[in-house]
C-alpha cells in the first residue's frame, strides 16, 4: 500500500470507530458517565444561555443521571441529525422535544414521554392561525420536524419552507419573509416573552398532540429500562414536578 492508501485505510478505520455501536448499560456503569444528546435552540427545554446549556430537558438529564448513579455529559448538535447519531454512538440517550411517531418508532427506542404538547400556528396579528387560513400562505417550521407531514397535508396550503431553528423562524415571521411560524406551543409562548412579542405575535390552532420522549439506539433495552425507572422515580419523588413548575409554572406531564 502507498503511503495514501494507508493513511486512508487508517482514517476509514477511526471513522468506523468513532461511529460505533451504542454502549450497552453495563458500558455505561462502568465508564460512569451518561453521555446525553440535544440541540440547544429550542427553549425553554434545551438552549444556551450564554454558554450555558439550560432549559428544563437539561435539569431532567441532569437528574436521570444522578438518579441512575452516573455522571452526565451533554454532545449537543442540530436537531435533524440527533437519531442519527443516536444509532452511531455519539451519545447514549437524546432528549430533544422529540414526538413519538410511528415513523420515528421504526428508527430508535424512545422511552415513556416526559411530557406532551400541543403544536400550534403561529402567526402576526391579523395573519393566518388556523388550518383553514394557511390556504395559499406560506408557513415556516424546524427542518427535521414531526409537523411538516402534517402542515404539507393542509389543503391548499402555498409552501412548507423548513429553517435550521425556531429563532430563525421567529425573525422570518417578525419581517414578513412567512407568513405563519409552526412549533410547539410551550416554545412558542416562551420565545415571545422573552422577544416581548406578546400581543403582537399570536399562537393559533393546534395541529397535533404530541407525546415527548427522549429515545435510546434501536434496541438498546437495558438502557431504556434503567431510563424509564428512573424517570418513573423522579416523576413520583417530587423532582420532576419541581423541575417543570421551575420552567413551566406547571405541571406538564402527559395526563
Ligand atoms: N416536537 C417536534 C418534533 O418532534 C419538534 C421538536 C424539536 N426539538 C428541538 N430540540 N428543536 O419534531
Not at 199 to 227: R, W
Request: glycine share 10%; proline share 5%; with cysteine.
Amino acid at each position: 500500500m502507498n503511503r495514501v492508501a494507508v493513511l486512508l485505510t487508517a482514517a476509514l478505520a477511526l471513522s468506523v470507530t468513532a461511529s460505533a455501536a451504542p454502549r450497552t448499560l453495563d458500558q455505561i456503569r462502568a465508564s460512569g458517565t451518561l453521555k446525553l444528546g440535544t440541540e440547544g435552540a429550542f427553549p425553554p427545554f434545551n438552549f444556551y444561555q450564554g454558554k450555558n446549556l439550560i432549559g428544563f430537558e437539561v435539569d431532567l438529564g441532569n437528574a436521570l443521571a444522578r438518579e441512575m448513579g452516573l455522571k452526565p455529559q451533554w454532545v449537543v448538535q442540530p436537531f435533524d441529525s440527533l437519531l442519527i447519531a443516536l444509532n452511531q454512538g455519539r451519545f447514549d440517550a437524546v432528549l430533544a422535544s422529540h414526538a413519538i411517531t410511528p415513523e420515528r418508532q421504526k428508527a430508535v427506542t424512545f422511552l415513556n414521554p416526559h411530557y406532551c404538547s400541543t403544536v400550534n400556528i403561529v402567526a402576526q396579528k391579523g395573519g393566518p392561525l388556523t388550518r383553514a387560513a394557511l390556504a395559499g400562505k406560506t408557513v415556516g417550521t424546524q427542518i427535521g420536524t414531526a409537523q411538516i407531514p402534517i402542515l404539507q397535508a393542509i389543503p391548499g396550503i402555498k409552501d412548507v419552507r423548513t429553517f435550521p431553528n425556531d429563532q430563525t423562524i421567529l425573525t422570518a415571521l417578525q419581517a414578513g419573509r412567512v407568513d405563519a411560524w409552526s412549533s410547539n406551543g410551550p416554545v412558542v409562548a416562551y420565545m415571545l416573552k422573552q422577544t416581548g412579542q406578546q400581543g403582537k405575535i399570536v399562537i393559533g390552532e393546534a395541529i397535533s398532540q404530541e407525546h415527548n420522549a427522549g429515545a435510546v439506539a434501536k434496541g438498546n433495552t437495558a438502557l431504556h429500562d434503567a431510563l424509564n425507572g428512573a424517570l418513573a422515580t423522579l416523576m413520583k419523588d417530587g423532582t420532576y414536578a419541581k423541575l417543570s413548575q421551575k420552567w413551566f409554572g406547571q405541571d406538564i406531564r402527559c395526563k
